[in-house]
């Protein structure tokens, strides 16, 4: 069994589905998503790719869509903590 190493991080945001989080030796913030959302979104990017290839295109977009907007929510809320906290884009 492998051994949990103990960090100090700094959390830049609330914590809940996903938080921003600064690791120590890291110069830029990452995301950390809780395993249920992370179970959603592949979930739901496999339902995606199933209709996409069975041809029913619409309902497969439409989970591609709702992946999209799930992660561009969290690329928002990215962006306004390192807009808050003063600390550029790596992008």
Known sequence: MSSVKTIEVGAL???GNYAVIR???RKFPGVVLQGDSLSILVANLRR???????GEHDDGIGWL???LDDLEAVQRKYEAALTEHSIPLSY
């Open 65 to 67: 869509s709702q992946v």
């Open 23 to 25: 690791l120590p030796e």
């Open 48 to 54: 995606s790719r199933d209709q996409l290839q069975q």
């Open 13 to 15: 945001t609330d914590q």
